[in-house]
């Protein structure tokens, strides 16, 4: 309801404003300088007047204006109350009734009796007899057989034996010294040079008033022993010991056995059957009708009525006031501008509803 009275107010105030455009639609391209010399021919409507008097006019009308109201109103409220109630009920005891039951029985009482029972026994019977047995009899026997024997015989052979030798000799070797020396220790004087004095050739350095070409050369001599050896052959008779295999005849004993039959005399247990007979006691139960006495417990149920109490919510319902919110179409006045003869600025103001109230002159 508040929805449609929304649209409808729209829709008058969109009319209105579309009717005031209308009317000013004469003169839109007419501005207030196009007026100091009158609107143009292609306005279509007659010279403007002066632009010192105001070019808008208002008129009043009525439209209808929504407006919110809060209204108390009367309302069926639906509730529940306790309510206490009572029922009945039946339950059931069970009532003990004891009584005396005679009740007659078989019972089985044991009677002990005797009896001739015959039965069958094996006896032992002994007897001798002489039975045959073989065993072996062991001996001694004397065999001859050969064996090989292996025994080492001392030979003769001649042999080439390699025999190392040799001798001490004197050789001449080149040992080479330091360059910066003009001889070794082991150098002598008469190495130097006929230019140098014996002094400067000696075997710590040269003068150094001693040229370069007065030095020896970096080697010097030395005698060395060398042992040079020398290997020869010859033969030599040399004693071996080979093995000698011959065949050796010798004798051994052996133990075998022979067979021998003996006779021995051993003792024979047999079993005979034999009857014998004894009393024996046995127990057997013979039936006996008995009359015996209990007692019996039964039970047996009894009603008995109760009442219980239960509580249920029974609904009822009543009046209550409620604060509510209600939409209503008020009338209301409102001043609207009108399309005067000429239009002098002021139609884009009525169009938002309003003329000069920037303070803008029309």
């Known amino acids: 309801m508040l929805l449609q009275r929304l649209l409808v107010f729209g829709s008058v105030v969109g009319l209105l404003l579309t009717a005031t455009a209308a ?31 105001p ?15 809060t209204e108390t109103r009367m309302v069926t409220v639906t509730k529940c109350r306790p309510e206490t109630r009572e029922r009945a009920y039946t339950v ?18 044991p009677q002990t009796r005797t009896k001739t029972v015959t039965y069958t026994v094996q ?3 002994q007897r001798q007899e002489d039975r045959q047995y073989t065993v072996m009899v062991p001996y001694t026997e004397t065999r001859t057989a050969t064996r090989r024997v292996c025994r080492m015989v001392p030979t003769q052979e001649t042999r080439v034996v390699r025999e190392c030798a040799g001798r001490w000799e004197e050789r001449v070797i080149e040992v080479p010294v330091a360059t910066s020396r003009c001889a070794a220790r082991s150098c002598a004087p ?23 070409a007065a030095c020896p050369p970096a080697t010097c001599q030395r005698t060395c022993r060398v042992w040079v050896p020398e290997v020869s052959e010859r033969e030599v008779q040399v004693t071996v010991m080979k093995p000698s295999y011959e065949e050796v005849p010798y004798e051994y004993t052996v133990t075998l056995c022979r067979p021998e039959t003996r006779t021995r005399t051993v003792t024979l247990c047999e079993y005979v059957p034999e009857q014998q007979s004894r009393e024996v006691q046995y127990t057997v139960c013979v039936p006996e009708q008995r009359v015996s006495s209990h007692q019996v417990t039964e039970y047996r149920c009894v009603p008995e009525q109760k009442t219980s109490t239960y509580t249920v919510m029974v609904p009822y319902q009543e009046q209550q006031e409620v604060q509510v919110q209600v939409c209503r179409m008020v009338e209301k006045t409102i001043t609207v501008p009108v399309q005067t003869s000429c239009d002098t600025g002021c139609t884009r103001s009525a169009r938002r509803g309003f003329c000069g109230r920037r303070g803008r002159g029309c």
């Open 55 to 69: 070019a808008c006019q208002f008129v009043e009308k009525t439209v209808s204006v929504p407006e919110y109201v």
């Open 190 to 212: 008469a190495a130097c040079s006929a230019g140098c004095a014996p002094a400067a050739c000696a075997p710590a350095a040269c003068s150094a008033d001693c040229a370069p």
């Open 23 to 53: 009317q000013a639609g004469g003169c839109a391209s007419c501005g207030t300088a196009a007026c100091a010399g009158g609107c143009p021919a292609a306005c279509g409507v007659a010279p403007c007047a002066d632009v010192s008097q």
């Open 92 to 109: 059931y005891k069970q009532v003990p009734e004891t009584r005396t039951v005679e009740q007659t029985c078989t019972v089985m009482v």
């Open 123 to 125: 006896k032992a019977v």
